[in-house]
Structures are given as structure tokens and as C-alpha cells.
């Protein structure tokens, strides 16, 4: 089972609307988490990263909010725009000592399709 | 553009081949981390390196192999290749090892026939 899941798989939204990206974890504490973009083909960019103890990052037209109580963390995005049509990853890291190993947990992703 | 250079852009090769494939870290970066995205799936975490020396290992298939040199580049050779190992290969760097403030490389597209 995946410690790290993202939902929905994906998204139609209008240009111009709101939307909500999900994502459940299940580790903690963890050192922080962070939200990529990746358009198709291309690698994964960062949009914020969130240490545990924080609650909200924004980012422009995106703000990612983090709840340690529910272990969830949620991907606003604003007044979208053709060009956020691209794929959203949720990522978790660990603090290494936890581990001493692999401390990266990714999510797989939601699919984010913005039409006219 | 993250800074992280990769090549090749493409490759395309043969089953049983074996293929090297090669990362620039951002300037100043220590860390270099190697990532294999097959189609429509996530992002798998193979192994990372810090100054040199593998830091933590992922799902690395023991026919892939990965080395960091002492100026900071890293290659990753896949050998004997299956029709599977067809995929997307991501490199990203850190000035840490922990992972903080990781960017990535535009990665190389392998195609194996």
C-alpha cells in the first residue's frame, strides 16, 4: 500500500474555475512535504514545500495547506489557466535518520486537464 | 530551466543492450538523485548519491548500477534491458542530502525494442 495517496486520479476543470488536489499520507512526523508540477514528458517542478509544523505555503495562483491532525495535505489552485493542464505530485520526505535509507515517498499523482 | 543538464534527450536501443546515461547537478549541488517514471505511472526513487559517495537506495534493479565522479556528475547504466525498462529516466540534485530544495533535469526517454 502506498503511504502516500493522491485524489482524485484525475481532473477536468473549466478554464477560469477553482480546484481542490488531495493528498493522504501516513507517516509522521516527516521533515516536509512538497507539491510538483510536471508537465507531460518533462521533469517534475516544485510548487511549495511545507515543513511539518507549517500550515499554509502559497505560490501565486497555488496555495497548499498541510493538517498534521488528519494527514492530509490539499493543492488550491485559483482562477485556472490552460497552461496548468500538467500532472500534481505530492511528495514526502523523511527525515533521513528515520530511515537511514530511502526517505522520499512519492504520490502518483493527479491528472489536471484545464479546457477552454 | 532547474540547471540539472541530462543526456541524451532519447535513446533508443535494443533488448540486452546495455546504455549509459549521464547527469550535470545545479552548480553547487553534492546531491544527485536518479528517478525512473515508466509510462503514466509515478515517479520511482532508484538511488542517490552525496559527494560521491550512495547515500540511500530506492527501487534499483540489480542490473542498474549508478556512480557520482569527483566533479559532481553522475552516469546510470542500465544493462541487459528488458522491453520494461522503456521509461523515463529523471535526475535531480540537492545541495543537501536530505532532499530539501531538490531540483529536477528534463530527463532522458528510453526506448528499448
Known amino acids: 500500500k502506498n503511504q502516500v495517496e493522491q485524489s482524485p486520479q484525475s481532473l477536468i476543470i473549466l478554464e477560469g474555475k477553482n480546484c481542490t488536489l488531495q493528498?493522504?499520507?501516513?507517516?509522521?512526523?516527516?521533515?516536509?512535504l512538497r507539491w510538483y508540477k510536471q508537465d507531460t514528458g518533462r521533469g517534475p517542478v516544485s510548487l511549495t514545500i511545507?515543513?511539518?509544523?507549517?500550515n499554509t505555503k502559497s505560490n501565486g495562483r497555488y496555495t497548499a495547506t498541510l493538517d498534521a491532525d488528519t494527514k492530509q495535505s490539499s493543492l488550491h489552485i485559483t482562477a485556472s489557466q490552460l497552461s496548468d493542464s500538467a500532472s500534481y505530485i505530492c511528495?514526502?520526505?523523511?527525515?533521513?535518520?528515520?530511515?537511514?535509507?530511502?526517505?522520499?515517498?512519492f504520490g502518483t499523482g493527479t491528472r489536471l486537464t484545464v479546457i477552454p | 530551466d532547474s540547471g540539472v543538464t541530462q543526456t541524451p534527450k532519447h535513446l533508443i536501443t535494443a533488448t540486452g543492450q546495455r546504455v549509459t546515461l549521464r547527469c550535470s547537478p545545479r552548480?553547487?549541488?553534492?546531491?544527485v538523485y536518479w528517478y525512473q517514471q515508466s509510462l503514466d505511472q509515478g515517479l520511482q526513487f532508484l538511488i542517490q548519491?552525496?559527494?560521491?559517495?550512495?547515500?540511500a537506495k530506492g527501487n534499483i534493479l540489480e542490473r542498474f548500477s549508478a556512480q557520482q565522479f569527483p566533479d559532481l556528475h553522475s552516469e546510470l547504466n542500465l544493462s541487459s534491458l528488458e522491453l520494461g525498462d522503456s521509461a523515463l529516466y529523471f535526475c535531480?540534485?540537492?545541495?543537501?542530502?536530505?532532499?530539501?530544495?531538490?531540483?529536477f533535469g528534463p530527463g532522458t526517454r528510453l526506448t528499448v525494442t
Open positions: 511545507m515543513t511539518f509544523s507549517e
Open positions: 535531480a540534485s540537492s545541495v543537501e542530502p536530505s532532499s530539501v530544495g531538490q531540483y
Open positions: 548519491y552525496y559527494n560521491g559517495e550512495e547515500r
Open positions: 511528495v514526502v520526505s523523511l527525515y533521513f535518520d528515520q530511515t537511514g535509507a530511502n526517505n522520499l515517498f
Open positions: 493528498c493522504n499520507y501516513t507517516m509522521s512526523p516527516f521533515s516536509n
Open positions: 552548480s553547487g549541488d553534492l546531491s
